[in-house]
């Protein structure tokens, strides 16, 4: 059973477009939780989260965490053809390596 | 169950001692990745493969090796390890590359 949730699997919008993308965590011993975007190779971090109900917002992306349900989205705004890519979340357990999600592909068209 | 295992989970090592961690999925996959994770650093790829006996660089190949006899494995070689080798490493497979990313449970190594 996965312990990290990512919805949806894959989604296609129009340049201009607000996306929301959907992650959903186990509680045990969480310590943070982090969003990557990953293009052609390694993952891009974005951001970790450790605070509940408060947003990190970078340019066009934002992100904020949930700690009662268990969950953190992943906004974009005015989509680009550029935001195109997987946009992995994963949790921080401590002293165990990250658990992933297994993302989610945003295609956005022109 | 669908997986990706790597082993060991922790291992602590000398420098100089070949060691490798092994990787294992039961998914069918054909993409097959390493990463190594550090502080401040996010992750970084290490050697990705595309399919059997299909192996290229990622961003920072130095001091590894790979190899891809098979599709479901995908061993990372570290032939003369060294101390900024230190790192959590991760392996992930996917159907394409494209998504659906199964990440394995990952290795902490320590290179003394």
């Known amino acids: 059973e996965d312990k990290v949730v990512q919805s949806p699997l894959s989604l296609v919008v129009h340049e201009g477009d607000t996306v929301t993308l959907n992650c959903s965590y186990e509680v045990t011993n969480f310590r943070s939780l982090l969003w990557y975007k990953q293009e052609k190779k390694a993952p891009t971090f974005l951001f970790m989260l450790?605070?509940?109900?408060i947003e990190k917002k970078s340019g066009r992306l934002s992100s904020i965490l949930d700690k009662k349900e268990l969950f953190s989205i992943l906004n974009i705004t005015a989509t680009q053809t550029g935001d195109s890519a997987i946009y992995l979340c994963?949790?921080?357990?401590?002293?165990?390596?990250?658990?992933f999600g297994k993302g989610t592909r945003l295609s956005v068209i022109a | 169950e669908a997986q990706v295992t790597q082993n060991p989970r922790y291992l602590i090592t000398v420098t100089g001692k070949k060691l490798t961690v092994t990787c294992s999925q039961n998914m069918n996959h054909e993409y097959m990745s390493w990463y190594r994770q550090d502080p401040g650093l996010g992750l970084r790829q290490i050697y990705y493969?595309?399919?059997?006996?299909?192996?290229d660089k990622g961003d920072v190949p130095e001091g590894y090796k790979v190899s891809r006899k098979e599709k479901r494995n995908f061993p990372l070689i570290l032939e003369s390890p060294s101390p900024n080798q230190t790192s959590l490493y991760f392996c992930a497979s996917s159907l394409d590359g494209l998504y659906g990313y199964t990440f394995g449970s990952g290795t902490r190594l320590t290179v003394v």
């Open positions: 493969s595309m399919n059997v006996e299909v192996t």
């Open positions: 450790t605070s509940s109900g």
């Open positions: 994963a949790e921080d357990v401590g002293n165990t390596p990250l658990v």
